[in-house]
């Protein structure tokens, strides 16, 4: 009851605040009115007694305080106080709080910006799927990719129930060409899905939004074909319809029920490549050609990944062992593999519940990268602020003195000052957010063409929300609180007299200004160089020479197996479309890939060279790129030795007992074979052996590396089942004679039914993959500068803080006949001492990160090792920051040497 | 002035609730009514009343309420609650515990 009565007491205080100030004013006037009176009473006159009334009253201002304050309320009441007050004083420098909020929102939007881009995808579970935490997926050995699999091993994995609660199989990136029925004459659209196995929704934990999902109990081989669509497919493309159960699709020209449609957000497991439609293994081969030749029942069929939920109580280890073992004992089994010869475990188990299933090992290394990263920023961000903060605590010695003199309590100031810094840091946090969200629109925009497409979830959600304005406010607090102890430590007597130009007593030797300023200048120099090491290393040779115009060629894809059509009738095609185009009177030269010219988006195989019995053949990762006749010269690239493929290796038939020619690039050709001639060299890979017939130069892929790339030639398997982007056409023309709609309007004559993909020039392809590097070489120096430009506003803060503390200094020296050199001198003297200390630890902090980081994980490792061994860069960044440094030192040291003696000395 | 105690610290609440306890009265009242009743001894700072006063409003066991004075001005009321007489008795009980503690064992004589 006393609780609820003091509480509603509180409640009405503030909501009648200003009524209630108004009657403590009336109640404290009619105090003094009365005891006037009585004054009176005693024979003063009227104003003396009311004079005299007052002054017996005592500070009228401390008691009102006091008043408020006993009066309740006051938590919420008085922090509203605190911010108005803040917000007034911010107003009245407004130069001051621009730099402060622009330094603020710009560590805060990167931080949030490497949270919402990197960490929520590297570390949130996948929505909708109950059972994320014990979801694991393997990989060969322990760096390799994740490891595709046979279906019958799969089949041997569910058996193990002591280690599994459930095995599923899928395969993800799967194109369809989809139809929507009642749209009888619209083109086809292409959508990626996955090809499952029936228990893979209850291998995820997933739970369907509507219908049913898939279920080995319901789905059985020869049932009519049904289909499961994502939420988003859902949304996007059937405008939500109410009536989608039932409906049906045409997939690759078949026949599929909707039966189910998954909850919202669900993309399928590797959800960095959104899956639209989930069609199961059991549907007949016509609707995926990847079903075809009875791929689950051949044991050489590595097809699908296996997603693999634990059994409680089951630890990754155990099952890692568990799983190496069942492997092992597979292998042998299989005289089909013969090239592996390697000790060690054959499977490393990932946890699979992420979007991105990342290596335990690497876990740690990934997390300290950007922990590191963000929290550099952002101490970077704290630390200017602080200083800046620091300098004008100083500066407010004078008014502070005055209000501690006055009454106000130590703690009052301090909140004060602190709610001051969460004030600046909050709009700090307003800003960042605001900068998060334009950079993740941008690096969205900005992103590389794949083949599958890829999905990075760069949507600022409230956590994002929330780790920024909780980052905010933690920066506002901590940033302020030394600070403000400081300037509230004041004696009150020399602060008065002396007022701000009062010198701290810890002035020269290593004060916490100091140290801040060396960890600033050294924290700087560590963000600029580590950035600067990765856009040297991403930059490095960015530029790919195509020895022709890159816009008078164009790429375009067919998947004319999706279009219905048989793997016979979709070679046909291709043998006579070349042809056909040239004689339209078109092209000049025209090829077939299974891949766009310069990708960066293959996988690299194992391949050995094939050396005589007895030695062991050494397994090297290659890049494998499959292309047709005529692939080289139409890229115009001579071949250095032996020939190109030619149209009979294009049609011959691969089975696994002939020998297939292939053409290695320098790198490839030096690394199986040294210098000698690799012509009529063989090499084998663990299905096949491959002759050398041809080597052609290294050429750069779009992110500028040039790395081992073994060409095979196109033949009638990648016809019947063309890879996730379809057959790309390379087709040049003389420049300015063509146009895109010459090659549609032929390729319709042929079939109007053949959906045209991915229809661009070469230039237009290599531009957007140079925009997505040139995006995140930008991203990178941004924030290299950011850290420059912070330090830079830093020192120039401290040094005007020094200048100004030092006024009655420098006034008696050039009194007493200094000169301004000398004055220059002695401030900048201190400058540069903090700048060189703070040059040296910050270089070598970077090439200990540099280190650290690159030891830790392989993927920085080219960059760094480019960066680190650049002159440039190791000579210049640390001048440039010196420079930068020492000029912002420079600015308000000159003006301490314009100072006018007399006038200062007045001042004081 | 000079023979002006100063007041212990917590011990002006107790002084106001006892003020207050004679009937309703105004911040100036409750001084006068203080000085009264102690016999001029106590010296108290008038605008200390006032934070006093809010506390003892804000834990209820003061109630106010504006009216009019005996000078024909407005003045804002104060009166006990329930909770304020209880605490009045309480207050006062320890206080005389207190008071004859510390005077027993300053009245000792050693032995």
């Known amino acids: 009851m006393k609780l609820l009565d003091s509480l509603r007491f509180r409640i009405a205080t503030l909501f009648h605040r200003s009524q209630m100030y108004a009657e403590m004013e009336e109640e404290l006037r009619s105090h003094i009115q009365h005891r006037a009176d009585d004054l009176e009473r005693s024979g003063l006159p009227r104003t003396e007694a009311e004079r005299r009334a007052r002054v017996e009253f005592g500070g009228q201002v401390r008691y009102k305080e006091e008043c408020r304050e006993a009066a309740g309320g006051t938590l919420i009441e008085s922090f509203l106080q605190d911010v108005r007050f803040a917000l007034r004083l911010l107003r009245k420098s407004p130069g001051f709080a621009l730099v402060a909020i622009i330094s603020m929102g710009l560590g805060i939007g990167l931080t949030t910006n490497v949270y919402s881009s990197k960490w929520a995808m590297l570390f949130r579970e996948l929505p909708a799927a109950a059972n994320a935490k014990h979801l694991v997926m393997f990989q060969e050995s322990a760096d390799g990719d994740l490891a595709p699999v046979s279906y019958y091993y799969i089949e041997q994995y569910r058996e193990q129930k002591s280690l599994f609660a459930g095995v599923a199989a899928f395969k993800t990136g799967v194109p369809f060409n989809v139809t929507f029925q009642g749209d009888l004459n619209a083109k086809p659209e292409r959508v990626f899905g996955q090809l499952v196995s029936p228990d893979y929704f209850s291998v995820l934990g997933v739970q369907p939004q509507q219908g049913r999902l898939l279920s080995p109990t319901v789905d059985k081989p020869g049932d009519a074909p049904v289909v499961v669509i994502s939420d988003r497919f859902w949304r996007n493309r059937l405008n939500s319809s109410p009536n989608t159960l039932g409906q049906i699709l045409r997939l690759n020209g078949q026949i599929a029920t909707i039966v189910g449609i998954t909850p919202k957000d669900f993309n399928g497991a590797l959800g960095i490549k959104p899956s639209e439609l989930f069609v199961p293994i059991t549907a007949p081969a016509a609707l995926a050609p990847e079903l075809a030749n009875d791929v689950l029942h051949q044991r050489s069929a590595k097809e699908f990944l296996a997603l693999m939920c634990l059994s409680p109580g089951v630890t990754m280890d155990s099952a890692e062992a568990g799983l190496d073992a069942i492997t092992r004992r597979l292998d042998e089994q299989d005289l089909l593999s013969p090239v592996r010869i390697d000790k060690g475990r054959r499977v490393t188990l990932l946890p699979a519940g992420t979007s991105i299933p990342i290596p335990r090992k690497l876990k740690p290394a990934l997390i300290g990268f950007f922990l590191a990263l963000m929290g550099l920023i952002i101490t970077l961000a704290c630390m200017n602020l602080a200083n800046m903060l620091m300098a004008r605590g100083a500066n407010r010695r004078k008014e502070l003195a005055i209000r501690l003199a006055v009454g106000a309590s130590r703690f009052r100031l301090v909140r004060q000052m602190v709610s001051e810094g969460i004030v600046l840091s909050l709009l700090g946090g307003v800003a960042g957010f605001a900068l998060a969200y334009g950079l993740g629109a941008l690096n969205a925009h900005f992103m590389p063409p794949m083949t599958v497409p890829i999905e990075f979830n760069f949507s600022l959600d409230w956590s994002a929300a929330a780790f920024a304005f909780g980052l905010a406010i933690v920066c506002g607090i901590g940033l302020s609180l030394a600070p403000a102890l400081q300037a509230t430590k004041a004696d009150l007597t020399p602060a008065l007299k002396e007022g701000s130009a009062l010198q701290l007593p810890a002035y020269r030797r290593i004060g916490l200004r100091n140290l801040l300023m060396v960890a600033q200048v050294a924290a700087s120099l560590m963000l600029l160089l580590m950035t600067g090491f990765l856009v040297i290393g991403i930059s490095k040779g960015t530029s790919i020479e195509t020895k022709f115009d890159p816009n008078t060629m164009y790429l375009l894809s067919l998947d004319p197996v999706r279009d219905g059509y048989s793997p016979e009738k979709a070679q046909a095609l291709f043998e006579k479309l070349p042809e056909q185009l040239k004689t339209a009177g078109l092209m000049r030269s025209i090829a077939l890939a299974a891949q766009p010219p310069f990708t960066s988006d293959v996988e690299p195989t194992q391949l050995s060279a094939e050396v005589s019995p007895g030695s062991s053949p050494v397994l090297r990762p290659v890049l494998e790129e499959i292309v047709g006749a005529g692939y080289f010269a139409t890229l115009n690239e001579p071949m250095l030795a032996g020939r190109e493929f030619e149209e009979p290796d294009q049609r011959s038939r691969a089975d696994a007992s002939k020998t297939l020619p292939a053409v290695l690039n320098e790198s490839a050709a030096r690394g199986f074979f040294g210098d000698g001639n690799a012509i009529g060299k063989r090499v084998r890979d663990d299905k096949r052996s491959y002759e050398v017939v041809g080597v052609v130069h290294d050429m750069k892929d779009v992110q500028g590396f040039s790395q081992s790339i073994i060409y095979l030639p196109l033949t009638s398997r990648d016809f019947a089942r063309p890879p996730a982007g379809g057959i790309t056409i390379l087709a040049r023309s003389e420049a300015g004679t063509d146009t895109p709609s010459g090659i549609r309007s032929e390729i319709t004559l042929i079939d109007p039914n053949l959906n045209i993909f991915n229809m661009q020039t070469l230039g237009a392809y290599l531009d957007r993959s140079r925009s997505a590097l040139r995006f995140s070489i930008q991203t990178y120096g941004g924030i290299g500068v950011f850290g420059l430009v912070l330090a830079a506003i830093g020192l120039a803060g401290v040094t005007a803080y020094a200048v100004a503390q030092r006024r009655k200094e420098i006034a008696i020296r050039t009194a007493l006949g200094a000169s301004r050199v000398q004055v220059l001198g002695l401030v900048l003297r201190e400058g540069a001492a903090l700048v060189s200390a703070g040059t040296v630890l910050g270089f070598l902090g970077a090439m200990g990160l540099a280190k650290i980081v690159s030891a830790l994980a392989n993927m920085f490792v080219d960059a760094l090792k480019v960066g680190t061994n650049d002159p440039r860069l190791l000579v210049g960044a640390p001048l440039l920051l010196a420079a930068v440094a020492m000029l912002s030192c420079y600015v308000p040291a000159r003006r301490s040497a314009q100072l006018d003696p007399l006038k200062a000395l007045r001042d004081e | ?111």
């Open chain 2, 1 to 111: 002035m000079a023979d002006q105690a100063q007041l212990l610290p917590g011990t002006l609440d107790l002084l106001i609730l006892r003020a207050v306890s004679l009937g309703p009265l105004h911040g100036y009242g409750i001084l006068l009514r203080i000085e009264q009743i102690s016999g001029n001894a106590l010296l108290i700072e008038q605008g200390a009343l006032y934070p006093g006063l809010f506390r003892l409003v804000r834990q209820g066991l003061l109630k106010a309420s504006w009216g009019t004075s005996e000078n024909n001005r407005r003045a804002k009321f104060y009166e006990l609650t329930a909770a304020g007489r209880k605490r009045l008795r309480h207050e006062t009980d320890n206080w005389n515990r207190l008071v004859t503690a510390i005077a027993a064992a300053l009245a000792a004589q050693p032995s």
